[in-house]
Nanobody
Framework: QVQLVESGGGLVQAGGSLRLSCAASGRTFNNYAMGWFRQAPGKEREFVAAIDWNGGSTYYANSVKGRFTISRDNAKNTVWLQMNSLKPEETAVYYC?????????????????WGQGTQVTVSS
């Protein structure tokens, strides 16, 4: 079992920045690829970013490339999502997820563990 706890969400104006954190506990963190997903009201959960077990490869949704950065520190059992130039349409609950095997996926169904989510609200 892996427990994931997100933090760092909040209210920000359009164009602003937020840094989300996801702290993991339980099994060996570097056995897992980590992903960030988001879900807006009335919409399906969508992929945002992912990072392989050693940080060697990262993946982003086209909509966030160049504005969001995913990173991890295996010594701290933590993954971050730095979000810049935020847009109102990016208002959503942001979820952290862990995938066994260490290699990323953009599919939410391929992740094994999920956090409870953190709300990000971007005002116009």
């Amino acid at each position: 079992q892996v427990q994931l706890v997100e933090s760092g969400g909040g209210l920000v104006q359009a164009g602003g920045s937020l840094r989300l954190s996801c702290a993991a506990s339980g099994r060996t963190f570097n056995n897992y690829a980590m992903g960030w997903f988001r879900q807006a009201p009335g919409k399906e959960r969508e992929f945002v970013a992912a990072i392989d077990w050693n940080g060697g490869s990262t993946y982003y949704a086209n909509s966030v490339k160049g504005r969001f950065t995913i990173s991890r520190d295996n010594a701290k059992n933590t993954v971050w999502l730095q979000m810049n130039s935020l847009k109102p349409e990016e208002t959503a609950v942001y979820y952290c997820a862990a995938r066994e095997g260490g290699y990323s996926s953009t599919r939410s169904g391929s992740y094994d563990y999920w956090g409870q989510g953190t709300q990000v609200t971007v005002s116009s």
